[in-house]
């Protein structure tokens, strides 16, 4: 999965090396797309019996993503990134999304989504305007993202649903700093769907 890449890393991870490359999803070859269903596919079994709760909700599509490969060149972690213009207690700002994280489940516990989400951090940075990142995850991963420098955002999180204004409560929202210090409480509108 090297096509459309910004750039490519090689990062030893606890396997050895991992390549890193972020890349628009919309250069995504027939291929990128048919490796990446089958990791969604082995992260969200089909027939694994119950659906997930968050499919009522509308998400946001990123435009970039992260990709990390196993040094065997399986595609072992995915981080979607989302570029977005959001308000911050009413004042306007760019910020960075961070969803759709999956990591093949026979490849977990290794690094490879730790490799995938500082990356991810990384190219905020490298933006001119993105102020802070923002993720939605379930409480038990609070913790995790908490290890890699994400805090809590205990405020209000509002968004659209399918056009309208609504109060984001499905998840819990943790923020980072980039260009400026992350907020962690307040209002938030992302002035559109969640990630």
């Known amino acids: 999965m090297n096509h459309g890449t910004l750039n490519d890393d090689v990062s030893a991870g606890m396997d050895g090396a991992a390549r890193v490359t972020v890349q628009?999803?919309?250069?995504f070859t027939d291929n990128d797309r048919a490796v990446l269903r089958a990791l969604s596919h082995a992260v969200y079994p089909p027939d694994a019996g119950g659906e997930w709760s968050g499919r009522h909700l509308e998400w946001a599509t990123p435009t970039w993503c992260v990709c990390v490969q196993a040094p065997d060149g399986t595609l072992a972690s995915f981080i979607g990134i989302v570029l977005r213009r959001a308000t911050c207690d009413g004042a306007p700002l760019h910020i960075?999304?961070?969803?759709?994280?999956?990591?093949?489940?026979?490849?977990?516990?290794?690094?490879f989504a730790g490799l995938g989400m500082r990356r991810a951090v990384e190219f905020f940075h490298a933006q001119e305007d993105v102020a802070f990142g923002l993720l939605v995850c379930d409480t038990h991963r609070l913790g995790y993202y908490g290890s890699l420098g994400w805090q809590e955002f205990t405020g209000e999180l509002h968004v659209l649903q399918h056009g309208q204004p609504a109060l984001f409560t499905y998840n819990r929202v943790m923020t980072i700093g980039v260009k400026s210090t992350a907020p962690l409480a307040g209002c938030i509108d992302l002035l559109g769907p969640p990630w």
């Open 24 to 27: 628009r999803l919309d250069a």
């Open 96 to 111: 960075g999304g961070i969803g759709g994280v999956m990591t093949h489940p026979a490849l977990r516990r290794r690094g």
